[in-house]
């Protein structure tokens, strides 16, 4: 069973910069499709970005992440990353990391198997 912990939220200042981080155990991480999503109260979780399996794997993102937000993944560490830059208060969310063996619409929830419990990001005004 692979296991996934998010770490890297807190409370910053619009305009401000966050990197999460997820580390993956218990599985093989390289063969694994990595994608964040994000649940913000009262709304249903949404697709931020997603980068396919292997090293040098290709980039999807949310039109709201695109411009903004890089997703990168180490595989020696088994880790993947979201670099959030000039974030605003909309960014603010709880953020998932989710992993999956499917190569197919990285951008719905139930094409991940497993899910990490979540990181809190809040971006005041």
């Known amino acids: 069973q692979v296991q996934l912990v998010e770490s890297g939220g807190g409370l910053v200042q619009a305009g401000d910069s966050l990197r999460l981080s997820c580390v993956a155990s218990?599985?093989?991480?390289?063969?694994?499709?990595m994608g964040w999503f994000r649940q913000a109260p009262g709304k249903e979780r949404e697709f931020v970005a997603a980068i396919v399996r292997w090293s040098g794997g290709r980039t999807y993102y949310a039109d709201s992440a695109k411009g903004r937000f890089i997703v990168s993944r180490e595989n020696a560490k088994n880790t993947v990353y979201l670099q959030m830059n000039s974030l605003k208060p909309e960014d603010t969310a709880v953020y998932y990391c989710?992993?999956?063996?499917?190569?197919?619409?990285?951008?719905?929830?139930?094409?991940?198997?497993?899910w990490g419990q979540g990181t809190q990001v809040t971006v005041s005004s």
């Open positions: 218990g599985g093989t991480f390289m063969v694994y499709s």
């Open positions: 989710a992993a999956t063996w499917g190569d197919e619409d990285y951008r719905r929830t139930y094409n991940y198997n497993y």
